[in-house]
């Protein structure tokens, strides 16, 4: 790419060299015009020079990343010549995952046969795949005359991003209703669930956690030994609780919009998930990565890591085919980013099946509106 202005304002360098040594034949004149081509030549061979020993790459100190966390980004120049290089351009890009108040771009010229880092921080602001590298590399002659645009190999990187998982506010909204619909008695010996339709008993206990449910708390067991003990419970499986995640993406027009309302959505099903896991509940989600469902059992909160872990790997879809799972009747909450016509009427006539979403284009008794603030998520009506 020629530089206009550039080449204008050199060749009026030239032209004034030239008028110089013919009208006012300075003998010094010659020299100047001779100087000036060649500085124009050795400037761009210099460039084309430095376009075959220049190479650039970029580290990145984490490849694996919560939401909210910053990753440093190093990009690094490397001159394998002997000679200095042409002023260098470099530029930076990053997916929607990240926001940056980092510099993007830098130009630098490197010395031979050494190297220059550039460091950028990135937060994800996204769960997914994010990827981060080098859009572009521009080479310029010392004179700025002519750029040269370079093409790196392998000048990006991909980083997994893990969604949050909030706690969940349970003062009010769906997870207190679901939550609360077990009942317990006092007894050191007997654990008793509605989620329990075999009528077998649980006999086992455990130390209280961070995070367990109040109603587990058995409170004679821990008057007499001093310390809280919380119940484990053993129900049937049949009777588990089922959550689904709708494949339909948000329909918002502005992307970062859509984005975060399927965030909202991923992360109100991960905070419900691991409250029953928690609160030893059985559950189960249903959830389409490919073309096919699967049923995900969730017994301890270790498995809900792992669903967490598998979803930087999901992506939502922008049709309608494939959206919900074969229709059951039963526990089931279904999770939609886009909760329009089509699940209210998935919903509706249900007492035990409900919708949550972040936008609620229908609205209904059975769909619960997601909100979150800075630590909790919440279900509202």
Known sequence: MINIRSVITYLL???????????LEAPGGSYLIIALVSAAVISLLLCAYTKKKLTARITISEDILNRAET?????????SGVLPSSFVSAELFSSYHFSSASPQRIRAAVFGRSSMEFAADYKAEFFGKGKIGISSIVLTDFL?????????????????????IPAVDRREGLARSLTDAAAFDDSEETTQSLFAVNGTPGYEHRKYEPGDSLKLINWKLSAKRGEFYVRRLEGSSGAEQTFVLDKA??????????????????EGMLSLLMQ???????????????????????????????????????EFSQDEVGRLPSSENGHTVIFSARCDAHIAAEVSGYESRCAAAPKVEVPSENIWSITRDENDIRFIR
């Not at 990753?71 to 001159?79: D, Q």
């Not at 030893?280 to 669903?307: A, C, M, N, Q």
């Open 71 to 79: 990753a440093s980004v190093k990009l690094v120049l490397e001159n």
């Open 249 to 266: 993406g948000s329909k918002s027009h502005d992307r970062l919009t859509a984005r975060r309302e399927e965030q909202l959505t991923v």
């Open 144 to 164: 700025g005359l002519c750029s040269f645009r370079v093409s790196m190999p392998k000048a990006s990187a991909e980083i997994k991003i893990y969604p949050d």
């Open 13 to 23: 360098l030239i032209a004034l060299a030239v008028l110089y040594t013919l009208y």
């Open 276 to 314: 029953f896991a928690k609160t030893e509940l059985p559950s189960s989600l249903k959830i389409r990565f490919g073309s096919d469902w699967e049923t995900i059992p969730v017994v301890t909160p270790s498995d809900v890591s792992d669903i967490r872990y598998r979803l930087t790997d999901y």
